[in-house]
């Protein structure tokens, strides 16, 4: 099967050639096109695609704002920036609004097909877990544990489900307590391993620190994470940051 895809762009020689770009992949299938925002809104409602390219700067209504509209209407569809404007300068809200990959029309075009597919292909493969919201209350990190273990028993080794709870309980720890936040843990496993993000709507930026300050207590929780993880993180958003950590299954 191919994937039933939308193209959103102002100019008509950039469609012109992802269309045909994704014609001559083979695995891609051109189901409409729009010019600006409030078409694609539009045309992602009546046709639900499995894929959205989405340029950036296009009149009446651009990307970055009908981001979340097409997340709203169609939320299994899968939407990828395409656009000018460097990846440093629009990646991080365009992932803020939704999408699940930005492409720089500067970059290789006769590849785009190509590592679109890829791109696709591998959330394909993400089977997402877990996503519970915790209240702002010293047990919570207790119930995630108890929730992440509930859904891992059958998928994790014991040592390295303790891993993983212990790591988990650390960040609730530090978005109940330190941020005085509720925390959202969610969990999936993707390619590369079992990742598990924790959100909360506290300020700052945390770091791996050390000594006995109450800081330095959320200091030690990193440095937790980061030398039991194979990887790890921080992203930010309007509404927080989001503390993620990934362990190898």
């Known amino acids: 099967m191919t994937l039933r895809t939308v193209l959103v762009d102002d100019v008509e020689e950039m469609r012109a050639l992802s269309r045909s770009l994704l014609a001559r992949d083979g695995r891609f299938t051109v189901i409409g096109e729009a010019v600006n925002g409030i078409e694609a809104i ?32 169609s939320p299994e569809t899968k939407i990828v920036m395409h656009s000018a404007y460097p990846a440093e300068e629009m990646e991080r809200p365009s992932f803020e609004g939704g999408a699940i990959g930005y492409f720089e029309k500067s970059a290789d075009a006769l590849s785009f097909a190509s590592r ?9 493969t993400v089977q997402h877990i877990l996503d519970t919201t915790y209240a702002s209350d010293l047990l919570s990190p207790r119930a995630a544990r108890r ?63 050390s000594g006995t300050s109450a800081e330095a207590e959320r200091g030690r929780g990193l440095a937790l994470v980061e030398s039991l993880s194979s990887a790890w993180g921080v992203e930010h958003s309007p509404a927080g940051k989001a503390v993620w950590f990934e362990v190898a299954l």
């Open 116 to 124: 679109l597919h890829a791109l696709v292909a591998v959330l394909d």
């Open 42 to 73: 539009t045309l992602v409602a009546q046709l639900r695609p499995d894929v959205v390219i989405l340029d950036i700067d296009m009149p009446l209504l651009g990307g970055i704002e009908t981001l979340p509209r097409l997340r709203e209407i």
């Open 147 to 209: 929730d992440l273990r509930t859904a891992l028993a059958q998928r994790l080794e014991p040592d390295a489900l303790a891993t993983v709870e212990l790591l988990t309980a650390e960040l609730v720890t530090n978005a109940v307590q330190h941020a005085r936040s509720t925390a959202q843990v969610t969990a999936a496993v993707t390619p590369r391993g079992l990742r598990v993000a924790v959100t909360d709507a506290g300020p700052g930026i945390p770091s791996v620190q």
